[in-house]
């Protein structure tokens, strides 16, 4: 007989979100995507001054700041034809990257690796055999039996009392998870040092942005960054060493902790290579512009369909064409009024809500869709776009890490089997990697044009009398974002934004198609329907990101358990 779960709210997650799942014979035959929450900013900004918007808009969230704000000034650019100087460009590009590498740190270690981690296996493990296989797989300086022996300590501490704080409502003990006590040890002893790196990411965002979250350097035309070598309180030589020192710190832990982490992992978990897969449509933007007119970019962008790698579009630019004409949202199944589809610079976003009703209406996000069909979004999609392009960057950390989980698992690994739950995290990891030399590279790129006397960083920005569109992207670390603007007399039209959440969490369209998360837990094998963590491991490897209780039925709507997880 089938079962229906909810979820709500999802655990270790940023935002409200609820996820409902029908089980037959331990397997998800059906799922629900629902966002729990409506902001109602893009109508708070019409008649606004646009060089306004991104100080609005980075307060779309608290952890995802700085991505709304860049896309903001640049759908203002655009519309405005506004060119941005090099330093500038390659100011916001630092920002951008040292945010990206914070969030992925932060996403695997802290949101996502206790779904397959078992803490409480930890005080059963030796730290000197931990030692032993740490050096067999990085040369990181910190995997010592003293670190490991202190990280075992304050688990077996936390036992010990009794109170178990953020470990209370785990699911410990589960068969789906199946690490030896030592890798627990591991990994468990590197949540402890993510904290410390994380950080130093934050700082680079903190010295170049002024504070963080919500940045306060952005302009549109620009940065407010002064910059003068003598100068204590401006970007001087002082600041963009310190800068490279920080990135340092983060890239070495990148390269040896993070990504080998992620890499050992999959190869401990194979089986969920064949797991999560679902839509297989990809879509991500350029970004990390190389000049001031936008026109070459570090990170390629494109889609793909089907999964069918050898026939990826590319885009040529970041607001390209095809891109711009293509995006509509979808409001079938969404707590809002309208009908037909609408492409975002005629979006409404006027609310209805009605109850959740899994037949009609059930979620406040909308459903993107690009040339009707719905997009998966994020590090998968980047690194799918950028391989199948032969994207050398690309290639190169692809490769270096299937390498690394064949060495690992000795087990076999295509670019296919990236289609699924351990594929997203590997490609997180991945990306993350990519963006760690970009940060060297991009920081070397304006320390050299400074050095050239260019200590210019903004262009002012003229208004027409007349109507303009315009499109600002990024691809953040959930994946492609784009702010849609009209402006009129100077002042905001119409405004939407069509972020990573809305193209993964999207619920079902006109056509009934499911969204990414929805149809990426079809198929999902349970072990414990009543402990579904097999659901969780799923979302979480797109990385939406809170703490939560869930509530299992039957159809009927009779209670069989009430859980609480993590």
Same mark, same amino acid.
């Given at each position: 007989?089938?079962k229906?779960?909810t979820?709500?709210p ?5 935002g ?6 029908e089980?037959?014979d ?5 799922a629900w995507?629902?966002?729990?929450m ?11 001054d646009?060089?306004?918007?991104w100080?609005?808009?980075q307060?779309?969230c608290g952890?995802c700041?700085?991505?709304?704000a860049m ?8 519309a405005?034809?506004?060119?941005v100087?090099?330093n500038?460009?390659l100011?916001?590009?630092?920002i951008l990257?040292?945010h990206?590498?914070?969030d ?7 949101l996502?690796?206790?779904?397959w981690?078992?803490v409480m296996q930890i ?5 000197e055999?931990?030692?032993?296989l740490?050096?067999?797989l990085s040369?990181?300086t910190r ?10 300590d ?5 036992a ?12 410990w003990?589960?068969?789906a998870m ?6 627990n040890?591991?990994a468990f ?8 790196y994380?950080?130093?990411?934050l ?12 940045i ?6 620009g940065?407010?960054n002064a910059? !003068? #070598?003598?100068?204590?309180? $401006?970007?001087?030589a002082?600041? =963009?060493e310190?800068?490279?020192? @920080?990135?340092? &710190?983060v890239?070495?832990?990148?390269n040896?902790?993070y990504?080998?982490?992620?890499c ?8 969920w ?9 990809y879509?991500a933007?350029p !970004? #990390?512009?190389?000049?001031? $007119?936008?026109?070459?970019?570090? =990170?390629p962008?494109?889609?793909? @369909?089907n999964g &069918?790698?050898?026939?990826t579009r ?6 390209d ?5 293509s995006?509509t949202?979808?409001?079938t199944h969404a707590?809002y009024?309208?009908?037909k589809?609408?492409?975002?610079w005629?979006g409404?976003?006027?609310?209805e809500f009605?109850?959740?009703?899994g ?5 406040w ?5 690009f040339?009707g069909?719905?997009m998966?979004?994020g590090?998968?999609a980047?690194v799918l776009?950028g391989f199948?392009q032969g ?13 690394k989980i ?13 289609h699924?739950?351990?594929g997203?995290?590997?490609a997180?990891?991945?990306?993350a ?16 044009n400074?050095a ?11 208004f027409?009398?007349?109507e303009v569109e315009?499109?600002?992207?990024h691809?953040?670390p ?13 002042k905001?039209k ?5 972020v ?5 969490a999207?619920p079902r ?5 499911h969204?990414?998360y929805e149809?990426?837990?079809?198929h999902t ?9 097999e659901?969780?491991?799923t979302?979480?490897s797109?990385?939406?990101c809170?703490?939560c209780?869930?509530h299992?039925?039957d159809?009927t ?8 997880v993590l």
């Amino acid at each position: 007989m089938s079962k229906r779960i909810t979820i709500d709210p999802i655990t270790r997650i940023e935002g409200h979100l609820r996820i409902d799942v029908e089980v037959d014979d331990n397997a998800v035959s059906n799922a629900w995507a629902s966002c729990t929450m409506w902001r109602g900013i893009e109508k708070i900004l019409r008649g606004r001054d646009p060089r306004d918007a991104w100080l609005f808009t980075q307060r779309f969230c608290g952890v995802c700041t700085t991505v709304h704000a860049m896309a903001s000034v640049r759908a203002v650019e655009d519309a405005l034809q506004l060119e941005v100087p090099l330093n500038a460009q390659l100011i916001r590009n630092l920002i951008l990257i040292a945010h990206a590498l914070h969030d992925h740190i932060v996403h695997f270690y802290q949101l996502s690796a206790l779904d397959w981690v078992d803490v409480m296996q930890i005080p059963n493990a030796d730290p000197e055999r931990t030692e032993k296989l740490a050096e067999s797989l990085s040369p990181w300086t910190r995997n010592s039996r003293n670190e490991f022996k202190a990280a075992q300590d304050r688990v077996k501490a936390v036992a010990a009392s009794g109170q178990l704080g953020i470990f209370m409502n785990g699911y410990w003990g589960h068969p789906a998870m199946h690490l030896s006590p030592d890798v627990n040890l591991l990994a468990f002893s590197h949540y402890i040092q993510a904290l410390e790196y994380q950080r130093k990411a934050l700082q680079v965002v903190g010295i170049l942005g002024s504070k963080t979250p919500h940045i306060q350097n952005l302009t549109v035309g620009g940065v407010a960054n002064a910059i !003068d #070598l003598d100068s204590a309180t $401006a970007l001087n030589a002082d600041k =963009l060493e310190h800068i490279r020192e @920080l990135l340092s &710190d983060v890239v070495r832990f990148i390269n040896e902790v993070y990504v080998v982490d992620v890499c050992a992992v999959a190869a401990m978990y194979p089986e969920w290579f064949k797991i999560g897969g679902g839509v297989k449509n990809y879509l991500a933007v350029p !970004d #990390l512009p190389l000049d001031s $007119a936008g026109s070459s970019y570090d =990170l390629p962008g494109g889609y793909i @369909l089907n999964g &069918d790698l050898a026939g990826t579009r590319p885009f040529k630019t970041a607001s390209d064409k095809m891109f711009r004409d293509s995006v509509t949202e979808d409001v079938t199944h969404a707590y809002y009024e309208g009908g037909k589809p609408l492409h975002p610079w005629k979006g409404e976003t006027e609310p209805e809500f009605t109850g959740w009703n899994g037949d009609k209406k059930y979620s406040w996000v909308k459903a993107p869709r690009f040339n009707g069909q719905p997009m998966q979004v994020g590090p998968l999609a980047q690194v799918l776009v950028g391989f199948a392009q032969g994207h050398p960057l690309t290639v190169k950390h692809a490769t270096a890490a299937i390498q690394k989980i064949q060495a690992v698992g000795g087990i076999k690994v295509t670019p296919d089997m990236l289609h699924s739950t351990l594929g997203r995290h590997g490609a997180r990891a991945i990306r993350a990697s990519m963006l760690a030399e970009l940060a060297q590279k991009h920081l070397q790129l304006l320390t050299d044009n400074i050095a050239k006397g260019d200590y210019t960083v903004f262009n002012q920005p003229e208004f027409p009398n007349h109507e303009v569109e315009g499109v600002g992207t990024h691809e953040a670390p959930r994946g492609t974002l784009s702010h849609w603007i009209v402006i009129e007399d100077a002042k905001i039209k119409n405004y939407q934004a069509v972020v990573p959440s809305t193209w993964n969490a999207s619920p079902r369209d006109l056509s009934g198609a499911h969204g990414p998360y929805e149809a990426s837990l079809l198929h999902t094998p349970l072990a414990r329907p009543e402990e579904p963590l097999e659901v969780l491991r799923t979302v979480h490897s797109f990385d939406p990101c809170m703490a939560c209780a869930c509530h299992t039925f039957d159809p009927t709507g009779r209670e069989i358990a009430k859980v609480k997880v993590l």
